[in-house]
């Protein structure tokens, strides 16, 4: 499995495995930072192969929970393992993600956001980063960083109400648009410049 660089994270021809790794990453990435949530991912996807031998990245999971429900393996066990922090609500997002038959190529926020452990945030930075010209923003701490440096009122943290998430959203895709920018790109300008700070 290729380790995901997040500092490159958008890509719009992404295969079907790594379309599963990427979703993956992004239920990582929740409350981690990016580059070490896929140092884990990695980490976890690898040792599975070695285990299970090539297979997606769903089909690895599935694989986990075949033996989970004879004794032999727990995904949580694994994910802790790997360093991928909450693994008992991660490893029951994985599990129902890989089960779930949603088309990772058309699902929309609402189908991911039924999955438990996904949310807008979540839901919103995978389509975006995976799809062109999508009009959705992932409200990380970074992008309302960069709103409240513009001299938006943003909370600190990532709104809880999706009705407070869809207006802050509405004014970070008009800043994109501002500067004649995909919102992808300015997320990924935004979440290099502001990562470190």
Not at 20 to 49: M, P, Q, R, T
Not at 89 to 116: M, N, P, V
Not at 159 to 176: D, G, H, M, N, R
Not at 178 to 187: E, I, P, S, Y
Request: proline share 3%; glycine share 6%.
């Amino acid at each position: 499995m290729k380790l995901i660089d997040p500092t490159t994270i958008t890509n719009y021809t992404l295969t079907d495995d790594e379309l599963e790794a990427h979703i993956l990453f992004w239920v990582c990435a929740a409350g981690k930072n990016g580059v070490v949530a896929a140092k884990c991912l990695y980490d976890l996807l690898n040792n599975l192969e070695n285990i299970y031998g090539h297979l997606s990245p769903f089909e690895l999971v599935k694989a986990v929970e075949r033996q989970e429900k004879s004794g032999v393996a727990y995904l949580k066990d694994k994910l802790k393992e790997a360093g991928i922090g909450c693994y008992n609500l991660k490893a029951t997002t994985f599990k129902t993600l890989a089960a779930s038959g949603l088309d990772l190529r058309t699902c929309s926020t609402d189908d991911l956001e039924t999955i438990k452990g996904i949310g807008c945030k979540t839901s919103r930075c995978f389509i975006i980063h995976s799809r062109p010209n999508q009009k959705l923003a992932g409200l990380d701490r970074h992008a309302l960083h960069y709103l409240e440096d513009l001299g938006y009122k943003v909370p600190k943290t990532t709104p809880a109400s999706t009705k407070q998430y869809k207006q802050v959203e509405q004014w970070f895709i008009q800043e994109a648009y501002k500067q004649g920018l995909d919102v992808a790109v300015l997320d990924l300008k935004v979440w290099n410049e502001y990562r470190n700070k």
